[in-house]
């Protein structure tokens, strides 16, 4: 399936889901959440032959465009690798927690 079709997809089932009226792409090209200040609770990071794993907590800031922001908890894992002399992050996952 091409990406488009696959985007076109998820955006569909997003909106059965959601209600949305179909302003799911405007807001995130203008970045409708904001974020604040982010700092690191705990972690651990693995190196390898040109990959490094990291895994922990980050606490950050964030909120709607426009409103006050709020304190959340990610459980993270990012996957860098250096690709060409230049670290690149090619995998994300991250799981809000309680705070």
């Not at 060409?84 to 927690?97: C, E």
Request: hydrophobic share 40%; proline share 4%.
């Amino acid at each position: 399936m091409a990406d488009e079709q696959r985007c076109n997809s998820f955006v569909r089932a997003f909106h059965r889901l959601r209600g949305d009226q179909g302003d799911l792409f405007p807001r995130l090209r203008r970045r409708f959440c904001e974020y604040g200040a982010i700092s690191k609770a705990n972690g651990k990071t693995w190196m390898f032959a040109g990959v490094a794993v990291s895994s922990g907590v980050t606490d950050m800031l964030a909120g709607a465009e426009g409103s006050p922001k709020n304190t959340i908890r990610l459980q993270h894992v990012l996957v860098w690798v250096v690709k060409g002399g230049v670290w690149r992050l090619p995998l994300r996952q991250a799981t809000r927690l309680p705070l």
